[in-house]
């Protein structure tokens, strides 16, 4: 996108605060930027969409978005090179780095750089009233939508399914159709690890009255026992206009990652207009009210990338280093 000649002006004098910040180092930058996101009607889909725009226009350097599958199917795009900057839960990413559960059988995913906090992903579960499924025994036996088959979902609720021992089947797909598919009664319920409000959560409130279905305490704590990396989380009563009560679950933290060899000075003036751009990437989507610095400490594996290093470090929270 081309940013008018005034405008370009002002931007060149706004970054002469920024020692190594300058239209100089431009050439070396790729000629575009690819996000790895998700499936429509999912929330890495929106945010991704509304991050590529800001993005755009901050750094006068085209960043468009990619659907895919989720983080899995981001992380391998970012290890072939097929795009530069994808968006992966914490438990995906340490999959890949070692080698395990979706990952096993692969070489190790170790081209990926943590650059910046997202939000959380609470594990969620909705059904439609006149179901009257009202707890995750009662979903034995039925069919469970439960995203793309490369998302942080799909991977981890069958896994979830197992450990509470409840027998039940899985449909995979992109989440507006899973959506569909629930209001036409094919599945019996949505199990989302998503940011929130999720869109498709929104979109069903709108046409029907549905249940958000809880784990109970003991549930959260034989899942935390058996996978160590879930966190307790929480969704907010008022999230959704049916949701009276604070949802507790587990989650997983979302990040934004870069390949590895992106330039410094690029990566550095990403971290920097996302932080910068705070209050318009909540216009964007409200789970970003929790994309601030203070949360890089969410991750406790990843390396960051040097451009973040300096971010960081700038502001007084130096990171891991690579």
Same mark, same amino acid.
């Given at each position: 996108?081309?940013?008018?000649?005034?405008?370009? =002006?002002?931007?060149?004098?706004?970054?002469?605060?920024?020692?190594?910040? #300058?239209?100089?180092?431009?050439?070396?930058?790729?000629?575009?930027?690819?996000?790895?996101?998700?499936?429509?009607?999912?929330?890495?889909?929106?945010?991704?969409?509304?991050?590529?725009?800001?993005?755009?226009?901050?750094?006068?350097?085209?960043?468009?978005?990619?659907?895919?599958?989720?983080?899995?199917?981001?992380?391998?795009?970012?290890?072939?090179?097929?795009?530069?900057?994808?968006?992966?839960?914490?438990?995906?990413?340490?999959?890949?780095?070692?080698?395990?559960?979706?990952?096993?059988?692969?070489?190790?995913?170790?081209?990926?750089?943590?650059?910046?906090? %997202?939000?959380?992903?609470?594990? /969620?579960?909705?059904?439609?009233?006149?179901?009257?499924?009202?707890?995750?025994?009662?979903?034995? #036996?039925?069919?469970?939508?439960?995203?793309?088959?490369? #998302?942080?979902?799909?991977?981890?609720?069958?896994?979830?399914?197992?450990?509470?021992?409840?027998?039940?089947?899985?449909? !995979?797909?992109?989440?507006?159709?899973?959506?569909? /598919?629930? /209001?036409?009664? *094919?599945?019996?319920?949505?199990?989302?690890?998503?940011?929130?409000?999720?869109? *498709?959560?929104?979109?069903? @409130?709108?046409? +029907?009255?549905?249940?958000?279905?809880?784990? *109970?305490? @003991?549930?959260?704590?034989?899942?935390?026992?058996?996978?160590? @990396?879930?966190?307790?989380?929480?969704?907010?009563?008022?999230? !959704?206009?049916?949701?009276?009560?604070?949802?507790?679950?587990?989650?997983?933290?979302?990040?934004?990652?870069? +390949?590895?060899?992106?330039?410094?000075?690029?990566?550095?003036?990403?971290?920097?207009?996302?932080? @910068?751009?705070?209050?318009?990437? %909540?216009?964007?989507?409200?789970?970003?009210?929790?994309?601030?610095?203070?949360?890089?400490?969410?991750?406790?594996?990843?390396?960051?990338?040097?451009?973040? =290093?300096?971010?960081?470090?700038?502001?007084?929270?130096?990171?891991?280093?690579?």
């Amino acid at each position: 996108m081309q940013i008018p000649l005034l405008a370009r =002006i002002a931007a060149i004098a706004a970054t002469l605060t920024f020692s190594s910040l #300058g239209r100089a180092a431009e050439p070396y930058w790729p000629d575009h930027l690819t996000i790895g996101t998700a499936s429509p009607g999912g929330t890495y889909f929106v945010y991704g969409t509304g991050l590529a725009q800001i993005l755009t226009r901050a750094l006068d350097l085209p960043v468009v978005t990619r659907p895919t599958e989720g983080p899995a199917e981001n992380v391998a795009l970012l290890e072939a090179g097929e795009a530069k900057l994808g968006f992966v839960t914490i438990g995906v990413a340490l999959q890949a780095w070692n080698s395990t559960g979706v990952w096993t059988g692969k070489l190790p995913a170790r081209k990926m750089r943590a650059i910046f906090p %997202m939000y959380d992903t609470p594990f /969620q579960f909705l059904a439609l009233q006149d179901t009257n499924i009202r707890s995750v025994a009662d979903m034995a #036996g039925r069919r469970i939508g439960a995203g793309p088959r490369g #998302g942080t979902s799909a991977i981890y609720f069958p896994e979830i399914f197992n450990a509470l021992k409840v027998s039940a089947s899985f449909v !995979y797909g992109d989440w507006a159709d899973l959506a569909s /598919q629930l /209001q036409m009664r *094919s599945i019996d319920v949505l199990a989302v690890a998503a940011g929130v409000p999720f869109p *498709s959560f929104i979109e069903l @409130e709108s046409k +029907h009255r549905v249940r958000y279905i809880a784990l *109970s305490p @003991e549930h959260i704590a034989a899942l935390r026992l058996v996978m160590p @990396e879930l966190t307790s989380s929480r969704v907010s009563a008022g999230t !959704y206009p049916s949701l009276l009560r604070h949802y507790q679950t587990v989650g997983l933290y979302n990040f934004a990652v870069a +390949h590895a060899e992106l330039p410094d000075d690029l990566v550095y003036n990403i971290v920097r207009v996302v932080f @910068e751009k705070h209050e318009e990437m %909540m216009e964007v989507h409200a789970a970003a009210a929790a994309t601030v610095p203070a949360n890089v400490e969410r991750n406790t594996f990843l390396p960051l990338h040097p451009g973040a =290093i300096r971010y960081y470090s700038q502001i007084g929270r130096a990171g891991q280093t690579d």
